[in-house]
C-alpha cells in the first residue's frame, strides 16, 4: 500500500469517475486504475463499483482513512518548516456567515501580519454544512453554532451573544424596545428548521415557558434569515451581530426577555494534531475574538484557552 493508491481513491471518490479523477491528478486512466487495483488486492475487497464509479461500503471506509492521512503529511511538512520558524502551508477554516462577517476580516489581517506564508482558504456555510466537512477532513478548523454533540470533535468555545427579534416597521413587534418569549408564540417569525442547535434551544426555552413557535418560514441560515426580516418578509429571532446596531433600514432590533444567548465555539477534529498553520490560524481565532468582541453590541466573550 502506498500513497498513490491511496490518492487515486480519493480522486476518484471526489470526481465521480477514474477518467475525471486522471484528469485531475494530471496522469493517465490507466495509472488511476493500476493503483486502485493493486490496493483492492492488498485489502482483499472491490472499493469502486465499475458499472457506476461508485465506492463501495469498504472504499468509504477507506477513503475516510486516506483523507486523513494525507491531511497528515501535509502537516508533518508544514510542522519541520515551523521548527525553522517559518509557519507555512495552506489552511482550511470554515465559519458561519453571522460570524464571519465581522470575525473573518480580522483574523485574515491578523495571519497575514503574522505570518504572511500561510494561505488560508475560508469557507462560509451553516454549521450543518461544515461538521460535516470538517468530520471529512475537508476543513481544519470551523466556527459553528454550539452545541455540536459528536464525539470525533473538540470545541473551543469563543463567545456568547444575545438573540433578538428583528420585525420590519409596520410589525406588531416592531418599534419596542423588548418583549416576552411568551408573546412571541402570536406571532409567525422566521426561523431556522428543527434540528439545527440555534433553532432547537430556541424550543427548548419556549417550551419551558409554556409557548410554542410558529414558523413563517423555516430556512436554515442565520445571515439569510436576517435578510429576509431586513427586507420585510417577517419578523425574526436572530443572533445579535446578525443585525448589528450601525446597520440601518426599515425594521427594529427588539430585546427577547427570558430567553438563553446563543454561544460560539471553534472546533477541530479530536484525532491527530493540528499543523503549525492550523495552530497558528487558531490562536489568530482566539485573540481576535478576545480583541473585538467586547466592543461588539450584545456579544460577550468567554475567557480566552490557549491553543495546546
Same mark, same amino acid.
Given at each position: 500500500?502506498?500513497?498513490?493508491?491511496?490518492?487515486?481513491?480519493?480522486?476518484?471518490?471526489?470526481?465521480?469517475?477514474?477518467?475525471?479523477?486522471?484528469?485531475?491528478?494530471?496522469?493517465?486512466?490507466?495509472?488511476?486504475?493500476?493503483?486502485?487495483?493493486?490496493?483492492?488486492?492488498?485489502?482483499?475487497?472491490?472499493?469502486v463499483?465499475?458499472?457506476?464509479?461508485?465506492l463501495?461500503?469498504?472504499?468509504?471506509?477507506?477513503?475516510?482513512?486516506?483523507?486523513h492521512?494525507?491531511?497528515?503529511?501535509?502537516a508533518?511538512?508544514?510542522?519541520?518548516?515551523a521548527v525553522r520558524?517559518?509557519?507555512?502551508g495552506d489552511v482550511?477554516?470554515?465559519?458561519?456567515?453571522?460570524?464571519?462577517?465581522?470575525?473573518?476580516?480580522?483574523?485574515?489581517?491578523?495571519?497575514?501580519?503574522?505570518?504572511?506564508?500561510i494561505?488560508?482558504?475560508?469557507?462560509?456555510?451553516?454549521t450543518?454544512?461544515?461538521?460535516?466537512?470538517?468530520?471529512a477532513?475537508?476543513?481544519?478548523?470551523?466556527?459553528?453554532?454550539?452545541?455540536?454533540?459528536?464525539?470525533?470533535?473538540?470545541?473551543d468555545?469563543?463567545?456568547?451573544?444575545?438573540?433578538l427579534v428583528?420585525?420590519?416597521?409596520?410589525?406588531?413587534?416592531?418599534?419596542?424596545?423588548?418583549? *416576552?418569549?411568551?408573546?412571541?408564540?402570536?406571532?409567525?417569525? !422566521?426561523? =431556522?428548521?428543527?434540528?439545527? +442547535?440555534f433553532? $432547537? &434551544?430556541l424550543?427548548?426555552?419556549?417550551?419551558?415557558?409554556?409557548?410554542?413557535l410558529?414558523?413563517?418560514?423555516?430556512?436554515?441560515?442565520l445571515?439569510?434569515?436576517?435578510?429576509?426580516?431586513?427586507?420585510?418578509?417577517?419578523?425574526?429571532?436572530?443572533?445579535?451581530?446578525?443585525?448589528?446596531?450601525?446597520?440601518?433600514?426599515?425594521?427594529?432590533?427588539?430585546?427577547?426577555e427570558?430567553?438563553?444567548?446563543?454561544?460560539?465555539?471553534?472546533?477541530?477534529?479530536? *484525532?491527530?494534531l493540528?499543523?503549525?498553520?492550523a495552530r497558528? !490560524?487558531? =490562536?489568530?481565532?482566539?485573540? +481576535?475574538?478576545? $480583541? &473585538?468582541?467586547p466592543g461588539?453590541?450584545?456579544?460577550?466573550?468567554?475567557?480566552?484557552r490557549?491553543?495546546t
Amino acid at each position: 500500500m502506498d500513497l498513490r493508491q491511496l490518492a487515486a481513491l480519493v480522486g476518484v471518490a471526489e470526481t465521480g469517475s477514474f477518467s475525471a479523477a486522471a484528469r485531475a491528478m494530471h496522469t493517465v486512466q490507466s495509472n488511476v486504475s493500476t493503483h486502485i487495483a493493486r490496493l483492492e488486492r492488498e485489502l482483499g475487497v472491490s472499493l469502486v463499483d465499475r458499472t457506476t464509479g461508485t465506492l463501495t461500503p469498504e472504499g468509504q471506509v477507506v477513503v475516510r482513512r486516506a483523507r486523513h492521512i494525507q491531511v497528515e503529511i501535509e502537516a508533518l511538512a508544514t510542522d519541520v518548516a515551523a521548527v525553522r520558524d517559518e509557519v507555512a502551508g495552506d489552511v482550511r477554516i470554515g465559519c458561519i456567515g453571522t460570524v464571519s462577517r465581522w470575525l473573518v476580516p480580522l483574523v485574515l489581517e491578523r495571519i497575514m501580519a503574522e505570518h504572511p506564508k500561510i494561505h488560508v482558504v475560508v469557507v462560509d456555510a451553516t454549521t450543518t454544512s461544515l461538521v460535516p466537512q470538517l468530520l471529512a477532513d475537508r476543513l481544519d478548523l470551523a466556527v459553528v453554532n454550539l452545541p455540536v454533540n459528536d464525539p470525533e470533535l473538540v470545541i473551543d468555545p469563543l463567545f456568547e451573544e444575545d438573540r433578538l427579534v428583528v420585525a420590519p416597521h409596520g410589525h406588531p413587534l416592531a418599534g419596542r424596545g423588548s418583549v *416576552r418569549l411568551e408573546e412571541l408564540g402570536e406571532h409567525e417569525l !422566521l426561523l =431556522e428548521p428543527k434540528g439545527t +442547535s440555534f433553532r $432547537d &434551544e430556541l424550543d427548548t426555552d419556549a417550551t419551558a415557558a409554556g409557548v410554542t413557535l410558529r414558523p413563517r418560514a423555516e430556512v436554515d441560515g442565520l445571515r439569510l434569515i436576517a435578510t429576509l426580516a431586513f427586507q420585510g418578509f417577517g419578523a425574526a429571532i436572530i443572533p445579535a451581530t446578525a443585525a448589528p446596531p450601525s446597520l440601518e433600514g426599515s425594521w427594529d432590533r427588539v430585546r427577547v426577555e427570558g430567553i438563553a444567548r446563543r454561544s460560539v465555539g471553534l472546533a477541530r477534529q479530536r *484525532r491527530g494534531l493540528l499543523s503549525a498553520p492550523a495552530r497558528a !490560524l487558531r =490562536e489568530a481565532v482566539q485573540q +481576535s475574538v478576545q $480583541d &473585538e468582541a467586547p466592543g461588539l453590541d450584545g456579544v460577550h466573550p468567554y475567557e480566552a484557552r490557549l491553543p495546546t
